[in-house]
């Protein structure tokens, strides 16, 4: 316990100097490109692809440098309230399983078509709903623990043998994080985590596990207690030499802010420091943006508003800036995810080409904008107010379309998934309003605004 007590102080200290205003720069040195070779990908979005579909995906994730697969879980615990029923994406013969919704084998479709490729691939266990609201205070996170390392020793036992090049490793499932029902029970978080890790350790010393925690703004604990906190669970669990802690940069999901992420990665890294074993520090840059309404506690009590709808791919800009923070602690770099996010067979390919030219151009992003939106037009409807305009033209493709009104922001169209009609209606709108539209590509350029008429 000394040595433990010892450790924490040692971290938080040099977490403090670290970000303190007296503090020197960081190492110039990156400990990694800023690139990503990796992808979580989630079960319910592979179970319908054929063999046609995993092979035209496996194609474009080598094109953009993929190395790494993540399977995220293939067993998943409904909420209670609910039902609580579990769903699995493989071929189990546990007895929990007995009445589970079963859906086709993502593991052995994962690793069949990642044969003689030099696609690695981490398996995801199980995950169960209320881990959100629950964390580790109640039973159902130990009991889906031990679920777990059942199926750890069954997928092995199934799998390995046949397809002992791809199978690389395992992924933990439950993300922890600073958010109070994880922070009060890390001793239980310590005891699951190594139910599963004892059970993979006697299969299989040789197969690291990664885990992906993320660090919260809102309503959770604060750096330094996050940190010590770390210290303790990296060195309760029976982490082995070769383990992976890969840390969500929480960005996309705006649990933190883009300015506080070399903050957050030096935290990561004393917590690694710490740790009894030799354990890999990767990051988990995340490719996306979620959407939130507004609300009376915006950025305080709740993560901020977006002016974004859905859930769309973040434009190259940011994304970048994120992997050149995170390169400077991590040793390496994956996301979620290109399958969700980058790939052309769901999204528009223009993110994807974007990318692929930044990795062409040595890390260098495109700079060219899109031209100004013509032909803008607004006219009076029975509903409002009609806007209508032309497509700007771009080198590489139009990601959204803003659109101010009055000077305040109105609306965007997103290009992301599909491509809507260049139109919308403003229902509360009149004639006399002003609106003004901004075209911007995917590496974030924007074109010169255009006024309606």
């Known amino acids: 316990m000394?040595?433990?007590?010892?450790?924490?102080?040692?971290?938080?200290?040099?977490?403090?100097?670290?970000?303190?205003?007296?503090?020197?720069?960081?190492?110039?040195?990156?400990?990694?490109?800023?690139?990503?070779?990796?992808?979580?990908?989630?079960?319910?979005?592979?179970?319908?692809?054929?063999?046609?579909r995993?092979?035209?995906?496996?194609?474009?994730?080598?094109k953009a440098?993929?190395?790494?697969?993540?399977?995220?879980?293939?067993?998943?615990?409904?909420?209670?309230?609910?039902?609580?029923?579990?769903?699995?994406?493989?071929?189990?013969?546990?007895?929990?399983?007995?009445?589970a919704e079963r859906s086709p084998d993502v593991i052995e479709a994962a690793l069949r078509n990642c044969k003689g490729t030099d696609i690695k691939v981490f398996v995801g266990l199980a995950m169960f709903d209320d881990f959100w609201t629950e964390g580790a205070i109640t039973a159902q996170y130990a009991e889906m623990c031990a679920v777990a390392a059942d199926m750890a020793e069954e997928i092995y036992g199934k799998y390995y043998s046949c397809y002992s090049e791809n199978f690389y490793g395992w992924y933990f499932t439950p993300e922890f994080?600073?958010?109070?029902?994880?922070?009060?029970?890390?001793?239980?978080?310590?005891?699951?985590?190594?139910?599963?890790?004892?059970?993979?350790?006697?299969?299989?010393?040789?197969?690291?596990?990664?885990?992906?925690?993320?660090?919260?703004?809102?309503?959770?604990?604060?750096?330094?207690?996050?940190?010590?906190?770390?210290?303790?669970?990296?060195?309760?669990?029976?982490?082995?030499?070769?383990?992976?802690?890969?840390?969500?940069?929480a960005v996309g999901a705006l649990w933190t802010k883009e300015d506080n992420l070399e903050r957050n990665w030096k935290m990561y890294a004393q917590a690694v420091k710490a740790a009894n074993a030799d354990i890999r520090l990767w990051a988990n840059c995340e490719n996306f943006n979620l959407s939130f309404a507004d609300t009376a506690f915006d950025g305080?009590?709740?993560?901020?508003?977006?002016?974004?709808?859905?859930?769309?791919?973040?434009?190259?800009?940011?994304?970048?800036?994120?992997?050149?923070?995170?390169?400077?602690?991590?040793?390496?770099?994956?996301?979620f995810s290109y399958n969700h996010y980058f790939s052309p067979e769901l999204v528009n390919p223009i993110f994807i080409e974007t990318y692929l030219d930044y990795l062409k151009n040595g890390h260098k992003l495109e700079s060219e904008a899109p031209s100004a939106v013509e032909n803008f037009k607004k006219s009076s409807a029975e509903n409002g107010v009609s806007l209508s305009w032309d497509a700007a033209s771009d080198n590489f493709g139009i990601a959204y379309y803003r659109v101010e009104k009055n000077g305040e922001f109105f609306a965007r169209v997103e290009m992301c998934f599909d491509s809507p009609e260049l139109a919308l209606t403003d229902e509360s709108g009149k004639i006399s309003d002003s609106y003004v539209i901004t075209a911007f590509d995917a590496a974030g350029n924007a074109s010169a605004s255009s006024a309606a008429v």
Request: hydrophobic share 45%.
């Open 300 to 335: 305080i009590l709740t993560r901020p508003a977006t002016e974004n709808t859905q859930v769309v791919t973040a434009t190259l800009d940011r994304f970048v800036r994120q992997m050149q923070a995170a390169s400077l602690y991590a040793e390496n770099i994956i996301t």
């Open 177 to 249: 994080n600073n958010i109070l029902t994880c922070q009060v029970n890390i001793n239980g978080l310590c005891k699951g985590l190594n139910v599963i890790l004892d059970r993979i350790n006697a299969v299989n010393p040789d197969l690291p596990l990664l885990f992906s925690p993320f660090f919260a703004e809102y309503l959770a604990a604060g750096p330094v207690v996050t940190l010590a906190n770390l210290v303790r669970l990296l060195n309760g669990a029976h982490l082995r030499d070769g383990d992976i802690f890969a840390p969500q940069d």
């Open 2 to 52: 000394l040595a433990l007590i010892k450790k924490i102080i040692s971290a938080v200290v040099a977490f403090i100097i670290s970000v303190s205003p007296f503090a020197s720069a960081p190492d110039p040195e990156p400990k990694c490109a800023p690139e990503f070779n990796g992808t979580f990908l989630q079960s319910w979005l592979s179970s319908s692809w054929d063999d046609e």
């Open 54 to 62: 995993w092979q035209t995906e496996i194609e474009n994730m080598q």
């Open 65 to 99: 440098g993929i190395k790494y697969l993540i399977l995220q879980d293939v067993a998943n615990k409904a909420y209670k309230s609910s039902g609580g029923g579990w769903s699995i994406y493989y071929d189990s013969a546990l007895p929990v399983f007995d009445t």
